[in-house]
C-alpha cells in the first residue's frame, strides 16, 4: 500500500458565525456519525470555564515558582487490582517527589512508604496473557506479582539495571541486562541467557599461516607446529562441548566493531530477535560547547551541546533477524521497500542549484533508512504479533519524506513493505502508533494519508481500511485483549476540544466515552473495565478522574489538588475564536483575552492588544484545556485586567488541524506564519476595537523566532516585540527538528536563508526586546548573540538585551521569570 500526500489536500471551508458557544459533544453509542465525519462546522466563538474567584493577579504572583497552583497529581497509572491508582505528587518547596496509592473509590489517598515502593507496581508493567501475573521494574530490578494472591516476587537483585521484561508465550519470563536477553523459569527459578550480543566483531579463533615465511616456520619448527596443533584441537573441543551440552550457553552473537544498539525487541516464543544497528557516532563536535559562567567552584565550566543541523551528516541503518533457535543472524537489506532509491529531493536540489548556475542530473541511488522517531509515544518502533510469527517494523527515510510499515519474510530474510506513506513535505513526529489486533495477522496503525490523522487496520496479504472518518486527529491508541475495541483520543467536535473514543476494528463503529469539554488523557485498567482519566480545563489544571470503559460514560472526580489560594484568583478566561484565514479556507484558532469592561460591537476609543506567539511550531495552545504556558495566562489575564485585549494564536505550523496546516511552512518558516499574524491583528481592529497602531507581540523559542519574523520582514504590523530565547538562524538549531522542515542545509540552503531572521534583521524598525538565556542547550545563546552584532553592525538603535545567567531553556527560578516578564510589560507599557 503506497499513499502520497502532497500540499493541495482538500481543506473543508468553516463557516465563520459570528457569536456561537460550544454544546455539547454528540457522539453516543447509538449515533456514531459524529464520530465519522464532521458534518457540523465548529462554533466560531466558544466560551471556556470562568473563575469565580475575586483577587486580582500580580505578576508576583504570576511568576512564582508554580508550587502555590497545588502541585497536581504525576505520573499517574494503574494498580495491578484496577481499583487503585497510582501517582506522584510534588513535595511543597523541594523538588522531591512523593507517592500516593489511592482507592478509585475514595478521595482519600494514602503516602507509600519508601520501604513500599517496590510493591506498587510501575506505569510499563507488563500482564501474562491470562492477567494472572504482573512484572514491573523498580529501580533497576524485576519483580513479579500474582494477582490473585498479591504475593511479590523478586526475579533480580543486582547493582546491575534490568529492563524490559516480557512474558513468553511458554509461561516463563524474559528481561534485558544491557544488551543480554535472560528468561526466567518462574516455577523453578532456574534463569537461561537467551541471547549476548556483542558489538564487536567474531574472534576469527586459530587460523592456518598464510605468509610464506610463516608457513615455512610450522615446517622447520616442531615446537610451533604443535602449538598450533594443540590450540586447533582445543578450539574444536570447546565449541562441541557448547554444541553437545545444553548445560552451556551457546547465544553470543557478534554485531560488529563501531556499531551502536538503536532497538531490539525479543519475539514472544523467545525464539528470535529483531535488533536495529547504526554506526556509532558522536552526538556532537568537539567545538560544540556552551560556556557555563556561574559555576560553583566560581569557574568557568565548557558544558558539551549537540551538533548543529549544518554539521548533520547521512546515517543509515541495519536491521538484523536473529533466529535463536538455530543461532543464525541475517540482514534485511531496504531494498524491497518501495522508493528506497527514489531522488525524492530532485526539485530541491534542482531550484537550489539554478541558483549557482548549475543544472542538476537527477540519479538513483539507495537512500539512508532508520526507525521511525516518534517524539510523542514510548512504544517500540519493532512490535511483533501474539505469538511471534510475524513482526512488524515502522521506518523512515533520513530525507524525511517516507514512512514506511514493512514485515519479514524469515525464510527468504526480507522485508515486506504493508504501507508506504509519502509526504513531499515531511512525515510527522506524530501520529505514528502501531501493533497488531490480538490473535491475529492483522496491522493497525495512524495515518495521515487523508489530510488528518486517522485510523487504519490491514491484514498482510489484503487492504486497508479505514476504521475512522473525518476532519480531526486520531491519536493515543490502546486496543483490549479480546479485539473489541481501540481506544483513542481525538478532536472530533472542536479542534481544541480532545475527548476518549472507542471504535470496534470489526465493524469501524466509534463510540463517545467521555464528554467533559476539555483536554482529556487516558489510561485503561489492566482489566480493561475502566479508564484513568486526566483531565483539564482551560482554567484548571489537571485533574485524575475515573469512568467506567463505555460509551457515554459518567466520570468521578478523584483528587482535588488546585489551591484555594489559586481558585481565589480573579483570572481572565479567553475565549477560543475562528479567526478568517486570507489565505486558507480554515480559520486560525485563537484564545482572546477580553477585559472585563469590554462590550461586544463598541466602538469610540480603540484598545491596545498584544499577540503572544506559542513556541515548539508544532503545538496546540488555543484549546479548551490547562495550558503548559499557564504563566502567560495569568499575565494575559493581568494585561486584560488593564484594557489590553489578548491574543494567542494556533498560527499555521501548529498542531491539531491536520497535515496541510502542520506542512504549510515547509521551506518557507515565518512566512505563513507572520500572514496569520496579519490576519490576526486586522480581525482584532475590526471586531474587538482595537488600534492597529498600538499592538505589540511577543513569544518564546520558535515564539521568539515569529517576533524577530514580524518585526523584520512586516515592520508596521507591531510597535514592539519581545523575542524570548529565540532562534535566529535554523542552520544553527537541531537536526531531527529542522530538517523536517527546511531539508539540510547542503542540499537546501535557499530553505535556510528564506526562514532564518538574521537575515532580515535590516527591516527592524521597532522597539525589540530580546531576553536569551545563557545556558540553553535547546536554542543556544550564540543565536542571541550573532544576531545582537547583526544588529550592531546594521547601526540599529531601537533594540536592547537581556541575558538570564543561570537559565536554561525553560525558565527555573522565578527571580528570573519575574525580570524577564517585568521587561516585556514594560516594553508594552511604554510603546502601546
Given at each position: 500500500?503506497?499513499?502520497?500526500?502532497s500540499?493541495s489536500?482538500?481543506?473543508v471551508?468553516i463557516?465563520?458565525?459570528?457569536?456561537?458557544f460550544?454544546a455539547g459533544?454528540?457522539a453516543?453509542?447509538?449515533?456514531?456519525?459524529a464520530?465519522?465525519?464532521?458534518?457540523n462546522?465548529?462554533?466560531a466563538?466558544?466560551s471556556?470555564p470562568?473563575i469565580?474567584?475575586s483577587?486580582q493577579?500580580?505578576?508576583e504572583?504570576?511568576m512564582?515558582h508554580p508550587?502555590?497552583l497545588?502541585?497536581?497529581p504525576e505520573r499517574?497509572?494503574w494498580?495491578?487490582?484496577?481499583?487503585?491508582?497510582?501517582?506522584?505528587?510534588?513535595q511543597?518547596g523541594?523538588?522531591?517527589r512523593?507517592?500516593?496509592?489511592?482507592?478509585?473509590?475514595?478521595?482519600?489517598a494514602?503516602?507509600?512508604?519508601l520501604n513500599?515502593?517496590?510493591?506498587v507496581?510501575?506505569?510499563k508493567?507488563?500482564?501474562?496473557?491470562?492477567?494472572a501475573?504482573?512484572?514491573?521494574?523498580?529501580?533497576g530490578?524485576?519483580?513479579?506479582?500474582e494477582?490473585k494472591?498479591?504475593?511479590?516476587?523478586?526475579?533480580?537483585h543486582t547493582?546491575a539495571?534490568?529492563s524490559?521484561?516480557?512474558f513468553?508465550?511458554?509461561g516463563s519470563?524474559?528481561?534485558?541486562?544491557?544488551n543480554?536477553?535472560f528468561?526466567?523459569?518462574?516455577?523453578?527459578?532456574?534463569?537461561?541467557e537467551?541471547?549476548?550480543l556483542?558489538?564487536?566483531?567474531?574472534?576469527?579463533g586459530?587460523?592456518?599461516?598464510?605468509?610464506?615465511?610463516?608457513?615455512?616456520?610450522h615446517k622447520?619448527?616442531?615446537?610451533?607446529a604443535?602449538?598450533?596443533k594443540?590450540?586447533k584441537?582445543?578450539?574444536?573441543?570447546k565449541?562441541?562441548?557448547?554444541?553437545?551440552?545444553?548445560?552451556?550457553?551457546?547465544?553470543?552473537?557478534?554485531?560488529?566493531?563501531?556499531?551502536?544498539?538503536k532497538?531490539?525487541q525479543?519475539?514472544?516464543?523467545g525464539?528470535?530477535?529483531?535488533?536495529?544497528?547504526q554506526?556509532?557516532?558522536?552526538w556532537r563536535?568537539?567545538s560544540?560547547?556552551?560556556?557555563h559562567?556561574?559555576t560553583?567552584?566560581a569557574?568557568?565550566?565548557?558544558?558539551?551541546?549537540?551538533?548543529?543541523?549544518?554539521?548533520d551528516?547521512?546515517?543509515?541503518?541495519e536491521v538484523?533477524?536473529?533466529?535463536l533457535?538455530?543461532?543464525?543472524?541475517?540482514?534485511?537489506?531496504?531494498?524491497?521497500?518501495p522508493?528506497f532509491d527514489?531522488d525524492?529531493?530532485?526539485?530541491?536540489k534542482k531550484?537550489n542549484y539554478?541558483?549557482e548556475?548549475?543544472?542538476?542530473?537527477?540519479?538513483?541511488?539507495?537512500?539512508?533508512?532508520?526507525?521511525?522517531?516518534?517524539?510523542?509515544?514510548?512504544q517500540?518502533?519493532?512490535?511483533?504479533n501474539?505469538?511471534?510469527s510475524n513482526?512488524?517494523?515502522?521506518?523512515e527515510?533520513?530525507?524525511?519524506?517516507?514512512?514506511?510499515?514493512?514485515?519479514?519474510?524469515?525464510?527468504?530474510?526480507t522485508l515486506?513493505?504493508?504501507h508506504r506513506?509519502?509526504d513531499?513535505?515531511?512525515?510527522a513526529?506524530?501520529?505514528?502508533?502501531?501493533?497488531?489486533l490480538?490473535?491475529?495477522?492483522?496491522?493497525?496503525y495512524l495515518?495521515?494519508e487523508?489530510?488528518?490523522?486517522?485510523?487504519?487496520k490491514?491484514?498482510?496479504?489484503?487492504?486497508?481500511?479505514?476504521?475512522t472518518?473525518?476532519?480531526?486527529?486520531?491519536?493515543?491508541l490502546?486496543l483490549t485483549?479480546d479485539n473489541s475495541?481501540?481506544?483513542?483520543?481525538?478532536?472530533?467536535?472542536?479542534p481544541?476540544?480532545?475527548e476518549?473514543?472507542r471504535?470496534d476494528?470489526?465493524?469501524?463503529?466509534?463510540?463517545?466515552?467521555?464528554?467533559l469539554?476539555g483536554?482529556?488523557?487516558?489510561t485503561?485498567?489492566?482489566?480493561?473495565?475502566?479508564?484513568?482519566?486526566?483531565?483539564s480545563?482551560?482554567?484548571?489544571p489537571?485533574?485524575?478522574?475515573?469512568a467506567?470503559a463505555?460509551?457515554n460514560?459518567?466520570?468521578t472526580?478523584?483528587?482535588?489538588?488546585?489551591?484555594?489560594?489559586?481558585l481565589a484568583k480573579k483570572?481572565?478566561?479567553?475565549?477560543?475564536?475562528?479567526?478568517?484565514?486570507?489565505?486558507?479556507?480554515q480559520?486560525i484558532?485563537a484564545?482572546v483575552?477580553?477585559?472585563?469592561d469590554?462590550?461586544p460591537g463598541e466602538?469610540?476609543?480603540?484598545?491596545?492588544?498584544?499577540?503572544?506567539?506559542h513556541?515548539?511550531g508544532y503545538?496546540?495552545?488555543?484549546?479548551?484545556?490547562?495550558?503548559?504556558?499557564f504563566?502567560?495566562?495569568m499575565?494575559?489575564?493581568?494585561?486584560?485586567?488593564?484594557?489590553?485585549?489578548?491574543?494567542?494564536?494556533?498560527?499555521?505550523?501548529s498542531?491539531g488541524?491536520?497535515?496541510?496546516?502542520?506542512?504549510?511552512?515547509?521551506?518557507?518558516m515565518?512566512?505563513?506564519?507572520?500572514?496569520?499574524?496579519?490576519d490576526?491583528?486586522?480581525w482584532?481592529?475590526?471586531?474587538?476595537?482595537?488600534?492597529?497602531g498600538?499592538?505589540?507581540t511577543?513569544?518564546?523559542?520558535?515564539g521568539?523566532?515569529?517576533?524577530?519574523?514580524?518585526?523584520?520582514?512586516?515592520?508596521?504590523l507591531f510597535?514592539?516585540?519581545?523575542a524570548?530565547r529565540?532562534v535566529t538562524d535554523w542552520a544553527?538549531y537541531?537536526?531531527?527538528y529542522?530538517s523536517?522542515?527546511?531539508?539540510?542545509?547542503?542540499?537546501?540552503?535557499?530553505?535556510?536563508?528564506?526562514?532564518s531572521?538574521?537575515?532580515?534583521a535590516?527591516?527592524l524598525?521597532?522597539?525589540?526586546?530580546?531576553?536569551?538565556?545563557?545556558?540553553?542547550?535547546?536554542?543556544?545563546?550564540?543565536?542571541?548573540?550573532?544576531?545582537?552584532q547583526?544588529?550592531i553592525?546594521?547601526?540599529?538603535?531601537?533594540?536592547?538585551?537581556a541575558?538570564?545567567?543561570?537559565e536554561?531553556?525553560?525558565f527555573?527560578?522565578?527571580s528570573?521569570?519575574?525580570d524577564?516578564?517585568?521587561?516585556?510589560?514594560?516594553?508594552f507599557?511604554?510603546?502601546?
Open positions: 500500500m503506497i499513499f502520497n500526500i500540499s489536500k482538500t481543506l471551508a463557516a465563520v458565525a459570528s457569536s456561537v460550544l459533544c454528540q453516543t453509542a447509538s449515533s456514531s456519525s464520530v465519522q465525519a464532521t458534518s462546522a465548529p462554533a466563538v466558544v471556556t470562568a469565580s474567584g483577587q493577579i500580580t505578576l504572583q504570576a512564582a508550587d502555590w497545588g502541585r497536581q499517574a497509572f494498580g495491578s487490582d484496577s481499583a487503585t491508582i497510582i501517582y506522584a505528587r510534588k511543597q523541594s523538588e522531591l512523593n507517592i500516593f496509592s489511592q482507592p478509585i473509590n475514595s478521595q482519600t494514602e503516602q507509600v512508604a513500599k515502593l517496590h510493591t507496581g510501575a506505569s508493567a507488563v500482564y501474562s496473557p491470562d492477567k501475573l504482573q512484572a514491573y521494574v523498580f529501580e530490578n524485576i519483580f513479579v506479582k494477582l494472591t498479591n504475593t511479590i516476587k523478586q526475579i533480580t547493582s539495571s534490568e524490559k521484561p516480557q513468553l508465550t511458554d519470563l524474559a528481561y534485558r541486562q544491557g543480554v536477553f528468561k526466567v523459569d518462574l516455577t523453578s527459578g532456574a534463569t537461561t537467551l541471547a549476548n556483542k558489538l564487536a566483531e567474531q574472534p576469527k586459530v587460523t592456518e599461516p598464510s605468509s610464506y615465511i610463516a608457513k615455512e616456520q622447520l619448527i616442531d615446537y610451533i604443535l602449538t598450533h594443540n590450540n584441537e582445543q578450539q574444536a573441543r565449541e562441541q562441548l557448547k554444541q553437545q551440552n545444553s548445560s552451556i550457553a551457546n547465544a553470543t552473537f557478534y554485531l560488529g566493531e563501531g556499531n551502536s544498539i532497538e531490539m525479543l519475539s514472544p516464543a525464539d528470535a530477535l529483531i535488533v536495529v544497528l554506526e556509532k557516532r558522536s563536535e568537539d560544540d560547547i556552551m560556556p559562567y556561574i560553583a567552584d569557574g568557568i565550566e565548557a558544558k558539551k551541546v549537540r551538533r548543529r543541523v549544518a554539521d551528516k547521512p546515517l543509515t541503518s538484523v533477524y536473529i533466529n533457535t538455530v543461532n543464525s543472524q541475517h540482514t534485511l537489506a531496504f531494498n524491497t521497500l522508493g527514489e525524492v529531493l530532485a526539485a530541491v531550484e539554478a541558483r548556475g548549475k543544472r542538476y542530473q537527477s540519479k538513483k541511488a539507495p537512500r539512508a533508512i532508520n526507525l521511525i522517531t516518534d517524539w510523542g509515544w514510548d517500540s518502533p519493532i512490535v511483533w501474539h505469538d511471534g513482526v512488524a517494523i515502522m521506518l527515510a533520513w530525507d524525511n519524506k517516507d514512512r514506511w510499515i514493512a514485515t519479514v519474510d524469515f525464510n527468504s530474510h515486506v513493505s504493508q506513506l509519502h513531499d513535505a515531511w512525515i513526529y506524530a501520529f505514528n502508533d502501531f501493533g497488531w490480538n490473535n491475529s495477522n492483522t496491522l493497525y495515518s495521515e487523508s489530510g488528518y490523522s486517522q485510523l487504519y490491514k491484514p498482510l496479504n489484503g487492504k486497508a481500511t479505514a476504521l472518518r473525518g476532519n480531526f486527529e486520531v491519536s493515543d490502546t485483549s475495541a481501540i481506544y483513542y483520543k481525538a478532536n472530533v467536535e472542536h481544541g476540544l480532545y476518549i473514543y471504535v476494528p470489526q465493524t469501524g463503529k466509534s463510540q463517545q466515552v467521555t464528554d469539554n483536554m482529556t488523557d487516558y485503561l485498567s489492566p482489566d480493561e473495565t475502566k479508564l484513568l482519566l486526566k483531565h480545563k482551560v482554567t484548571l489537571t485533574e485524575l478522574y475515573v467506567d463505555k460509551a460514560s459518567q466520570v472526580r478523584l483528587t482535588y489538588t488546585v489551591s484555594d489560594e489559586f483570572l481572565t478566561a479567553p475565549k477560543i475564536v475562528a479567526v478568517p484565514s486570507s489565505h486558507t479556507e480559520p484558532y484564545k483575552y477580553y477585559p472585563a469590554y462590550v466602538t469610540g476609543k480603540t484598545r491596545k492588544a498584544v499577540i503572544f506567539n513556541g515548539a503545538l496546540q495552545n488555543s484549546h479548551m484545556g490547562w495550558s503548559g504556558y504563566r502567560e495566562f499575565f494575559h489575564s493581568l494585561l486584560a485586567d488593564e484594557g489590553y485585549i489578548v491574543m494567542d494564536m494556533d498560527y499555521r505550523a498542531k488541524y491536520g497535515r496541510d496546516w502542520r506542512t504549510a511552512i515547509y521551506r518557507q515565518g512566512t505563513p506564519e507572520t500572514q496569520d499574524l496579519v490576526g491583528v486586522n482584532l481592529a475590526q471586531n474587538a476595537n482595537v488600534d492597529t498600538a499592538v505589540g511577543y513569544g518564546g523559542s520558535y521568539g523566532f515569529m517576533t524577530f519574523m514580524a518585526l523584520f520582514t512586516e515592520p508596521e510597535q514592539a516585540g519581545a524570548l529565540p544553527h537541531n537536526a531531527p529542522t523536517n522542515i527546511l531539508n539540510h542545509p547542503d542540499v537546501d540552503p535557499i530553505a535556510y536563508e528564506r526562514s531572521p538574521i537575515y532580515y535590516e527591516g524598525q521597532k522597539r525589540l526586546l530580546i531576553n536569551a538565556p545563557m545556558v540553553d542547550d535547546n536554542v543556544f545563546f550564540q543565536d542571541s548573540v550573532r544576531l545582537v547583526r544588529l553592525e546594521l547601526e540599529k538603535e531601537n533594540f536592547e538585551t541575558i538570564f545567567p543561570v536554561p531553556h525553560g527555573v527560578q522565578p528570573s521569570w519575574l524577564e516578564y517585568r521587561r516585556i510589560y514594560k516594553l507599557k511604554e510603546t502601546l
